[in-house]
């Protein structure tokens, strides 16, 4: 069985090209993360949408013509990566380009699930190449089920990525609710957070401090993520200041990428949406990792008072020490 629709894109062929292969251009429409070693041969590793993680190889290039790759997703035993095969040719037309894409090697079960799942992402591709707008975020990476450490952390870095994206460099000397950092400061702190777990982890992280935020922040989140993915969260990690159990440090990784994206939020102006899911797994993340030791550090202030009617996104602020009305 497969999978073939063909779509029109209002760009030329270069620029859709651009689309389908750039790590930056797919997480406006298609991924949460992006790593791709585009070369006949090379592999990439997309997150989806939270804890779905599709794999395989590059087969044939063709720049601003044809892209061909093996296709399948980690930890699955009915189509793992290598498992089926994506074509996707792209053709110049009257007003821009048709990009057909043809997936093939899967069960009826299969194509019927894929085909949902390109038909969603194919309508986001067109949205994402017809205006200035673009995409938007997808409602699909917004409320995961099932949730953990790990899947929580996939959605919340898709929650600061779409704030990094919106940043200007005017913002970049503001003030933000974590005292005494400026937007800037802030992006240094959490780019160190990232490195710092990444390495600990074992995972080939290098800090482009020149990159625009959102790049910067999605090229070190990442390959830290996907070293988290294969280690997962049992035993401890070597954190270089103390060995600390490995699910406290995915926590601490949920609290810097979710309460982070609310501080570059409100730094910036804007609205933050965050679905409860995320938030209410999150917050209780944050009871058990932020003990009244480590606020004694100096690490988080006290908690503040919240409206009983308070979201849960509300609740987790507050209880890192924010005021949420600031």
Known sequence: MSFDKTIHLPVDADEAFALITQPERLRRWKTVAARVDLRVGGEYRWTIVPGHHAAGTFQEIEPGKRIVFTWGWESATDLPPGASTVTITLEPVDGGTSLRLVHEGLTPEQSAAHAEGWNHFLGRLVAEASSDAGAGPDEWSAAPDPIDHLISADASLAVLLGVLRKLTPEDREKPTP?????????????????????????????????????????????????????????????????????????????????????????????????????????????????????????????????????????????????????
Not at 296 to 319: D, K, M, N, Y
Request: charged share 20%.
């Open 178 to 326: 974590c005292e005494d950092f400026t937007a800037h400061e802030l992006l240094e702190h959490l780019a160190g957070s990232l490195k710092n777990i990444g390495t600990a982890l074992g995972a080939d992280v290098t800090d482009r401090a020149d990159a625009a935020p959102e790049v910067r922040i999605a090229e070190l989140a990442q390959p830290t993520l996907e070293a988290f993915a294969r280690r997962g969260v049992d035993g401890t990690i070597d954190m270089g200041f103390a060995e600390l159990p490995a699910t406290m440090v995915a926590s601490i990784l949920n609290l810097e990428l979710l309460v982070h994206a609310w501080d570059f939020a409100k730094a910036s102006g804007q609205n933050l949406a965050v679905s409860d899911v995320v938030t209410d797994y999150v917050e209780g993340l944050a009871v058990v990792t932020i003990s009244e030791q480590v606020r004694s550090g100096g690490s988080f202030a006290p908690a503040q008072p919240v409206a009983e009617t308070a979201g849960s996104l509300e609740r987790l602020i507050a209880f890192t020490g924010r005021t949420v009305t600031a």
